[in-house]
């Protein structure tokens, strides 16, 4: 089973609305982050924003929000006031936490949603 | 800018070849990934190292291989190469081996094998 999904292979939005993108995730690990990347066309990956399991309330991060409903295990992202630079590739990651033995916290990725911005 | 640095950027190479990618991490961060990014596979973990030390291997081909240096760049050596290999690979750092809140990547390298 897929540990991460994306639902929205390609979003539209128009310049200044906000955008919600959907990532809902699968872990039996009680302790784990969740990660937005936007990766545009260039190519780099860039962090956006980081939600611990145990975190009280929603990350925010400038216009980036991340609407975390953990019983839901959903951790969708909130891009308010688009911007047509906001255009890319979203990344949704999951890193379990759960002690292995050898403490590797790799990155489990989604297949993306790609966003594009209409002025 | 991450701070962290990948070279070369491109790359074009022929199968049956050899080619080893470089990272160097984030100024203190001990802890290195690499992943690859490719069509059919999305983005996937490969390999991680800490402190000069291999933690952990992910969907990592046994064609593949790397290291961690001293100096805490790190090397990802790819042989043998097929046109499936052609990917975008990336390397992540950070501060420790634990759980750390970011993973900051590098520009990536894209290799081309025809």
């Known amino acids: 089973a897929q540990k991460i999904t994306q639902t929205q292979p390609g979003m539209f939005v128009q310049e200044k609305e906000a955008v919600t993108l959907d990532c809902t995730y699968d872990t039996s690990d009680p302790s784990y982050g969740l990660f937005w990347y936007k990766q545009p066309s260039s190519g780099e990956m860039i962090f956006l924003i980081y939600q611990g399991s145990y975190d009280q309330q929603n990350a925010t991060e400038g216009r980036y929000s991340l609407n975390f409903q953990k019983a839901r295990k959903s951790a969708n992202l909130v891009i308010s006031a688009s911007q047509l630079g906001d255009s890319a590739m979203y990344f949704c990651a999951m890193r379990e936490e759960k002690y292995s033995g050898a403490g590797s916290y790799q990155l489990t990725f989604g297949k993306g949603t790609k966003l594009s911005v209409i002025p | 800018d991450s701070g962290v640095t990948q070279t070369p950027k491109h790359l074009i190479t022929a199968t049956g070849q050899r080619v080893t990618l470089r990272c160097s991490p984030r100024?203190?961060?001990?802890?290195v990934y690499w992943y690859q990014q490719s069509l059919d596979q999305g983005l996937q973990f490969l390999i991680q190292y800490y402190n000069g030390e291999e933690r952990a291997k992910g969907n990592i081909l046994e064609r593949f291989s790397a290291q961690q240096f001293p100096d805490l760049h790190s090397e990802l050596n790819l042989s043998s190469l097929e046109l499936g290999d052609s990917a975008l690979y990336f390397c992540?750092?950070?501060?420790?081996?634990?759980?750390?809140?970011?993973?900051?990547f590098g520009p990536g390298t894209r290799l081309t094998v025809t």
């Open positions: 100024s203190g961060d001990l802890s």
């Open positions: 992540a750092s950070s501060p420790t081996a634990g759980p750390s809140y970011e993973q900051y």
